[in-house]
Each structure stands twice: as C-alpha cells, then as structure tokens.
C-alpha cells in the first residue's frame, strides 16, 4: 500500500495556472504507474492524465491535451500535474492514484478501476 497526499490546488481566474503534487509514503511509487482524476460537483470521477513508470508512456484526456502536463519524480516520490490556460469547466477535485505495483514499466491506464490506491483529493476552482 501507498498513502498518497495531493496538494496545490487553490482557487484562480480563467487563463491562470496550478502545479498539483502528491506525495507517496509507505512505499515508492517508481513501482507503480500513476494517474490524475478529477470529479466536479453532481459529475463522476473522470480520467485526467496517466503516466507509466518510466514515463515514457503518457495519456492525457482529451478535454486536458496540451494544456496539462503530467510528470513524476520517482526519486522524490512525487507525482505532479502541470495545469496550464485553466477553464471554469476545469473546476472539480482533483485525485491521484497509483497503480498496481510491478505493473509493466510502459503501461499506463485510463481506468479508474486500474488503480488501486488514491489521496484524499485537493481541491481546484476556476473563476469566469
């Protein structure tokens, strides 16, 4: 099991930019292919981004591509997601998760059902 806590959301006008972080404990994530999602009010939880253990595979949504950015840091624990040009549709909850330990070091998934651990969320808002 990993624990994983996100932080950086916060609240910016439409246009701006946030960097979201989650940190894992308990157990390194280079292990783990890891992936962002994000649920707004009264909506399911929906895929973000996904990158695999060696970042070499990376998926994006394709309401995010090119304005979001995905990377990790497996040294450091640390998962980031790079928001750029953010929408008010944008608004929402923003989770990470990892993914089965000792997964193929290539794959990434889009599935929330692939992951099997998550942080508590942080939140993001985007004013009009």
């Known amino acids: 099991q990993v624990q994983l806590v996100e932080s950086g959301g916060g609240y910016v006008q439409t246009g701006g930019s946030l960097r979201l972080s989650c940190t894992g404990s308990?157990?390194?994530?280079?292990?783990?292919?890891m992936g962002w999602f994000r649920q707004a009010p009264g909506k399911e939880r929906e895929f973000v981004s996904a990158?695999?253990?060696?970042?070499?595979?990376?998926l994006y949504a394709d309401s995010v591509k090119g304005r979001f950015t995905i990377s990790r840091d497996n040294a450091k624990n640390t998962l980031f997601l790079q928001m750029t040009s953010l929408k008010p549709e944008d608004t929402a909850v923003y989770y990470c998760a990892a993914g089965a330990s000792l997964s193929n070091i290539y794959y990434a998934g889009r599935g929330s059902n692939e992951y099997d651990n998550w942080g508590q969320g942080t939140q993001v808002t985007v004013s009009s």
């Open positions: 308990g157990r390194s994530i280079r292990w783990s292919p």
């Open positions: 990158i695999s253990r060696n970042s070499v595979n990376i």
